[in-house]
C-alpha cells in the first residue's frame, strides 16, 4: 500500500510557473512508475506526463512538451511536476499516480487504468 499526497497547486496568471510536489509513505517511490494526470471540469482525467522507475525515461502529453517537466527524488520519496508558461487550458486538478507493475525500469505509461494508487489531487487554476 502507499499514500500519494499532492501539493503545490493554486492560482497563478498566464506565464507564470508552479512546482507541484507528490509526496508517498508506505513504500519507496523508487518501486514504481509514476504518473500525473489532470482533470478540469466537465473531462475526463488526462495524462500529463511519466517517469519510469529509471529516471531516463520520462513521457508527455503533447500539449504540455517542453513546458512541463517531471522528476523524483527517491531521498525524498517525491515526485515532482514543474511548469512553466502556464497557459489557462492547463487549469484542472492534478492527481499524482504509482504504478506497481513496472515489468522493467524503464516501463512508463500514459495509460490511466495502469495505475494502482492515486492522490486526493491539487487545484491549478492559470488566469489570461
Known amino acids: 500500500q502507499v499514500q500519494l499526497v499532492e501539493s503545490g497547486g493554486g492560482l497563478v496568471q498566464a506565464g507564470g510557473s508552479l512546482r507541484l510536489s507528490c509526496a508517498a509513505s508506505?513504500?519507496?517511490?523508487?518501486?514504481?512508475?509514476m504518473g500525473w494526470f489532470r482533470q478540469a471540469p466537465g473531462q475526463e482525467r488526462e495524462f500529463v506526463a511519466a517517469?519510469?522507475?529509471?529516471?531516463?525515461?520520462?513521457l508527455y502529453a503533447d500539449s504540455v512538451k517542453g513546458r512541463f517537466t517531471i522528476s523524483r527524488d527517491n531521498a525524498k520519496n517525491s515526485v515532482y511536476l514543474q511548469m512553466i508558461s502556464l497557459k489557462p487550458e492547463d487549469t484542472a486538478v492534478y492527481y499524482c499516480?504509482?504504478?506497481?507493475?513496472?515489468?522493467?525500469?524503464?516501463?512508463?505509461?500514459?495509460?490511466?487504468?495502469?495505475?494502482?494508487?492515486w492522490g486526493q489531487g491539487t487545484q491549478v487554476t492559470v488566469s489570461s
Open positions: 499516480a504509482a504504478d506497481l507493475h513496472s515489468s522493467t525500469v524503464y516501463y512508463a505509461t500514459t495509460q490511466l487504468s495502469s495505475y494502482d494508487y
Open positions: 508506505g513504500r519507496s517511490v523508487s518501486a514504481y512508475s
Open positions: 517517469i519510469a522507475r529509471s529516471d531516463s525515461r520520462t
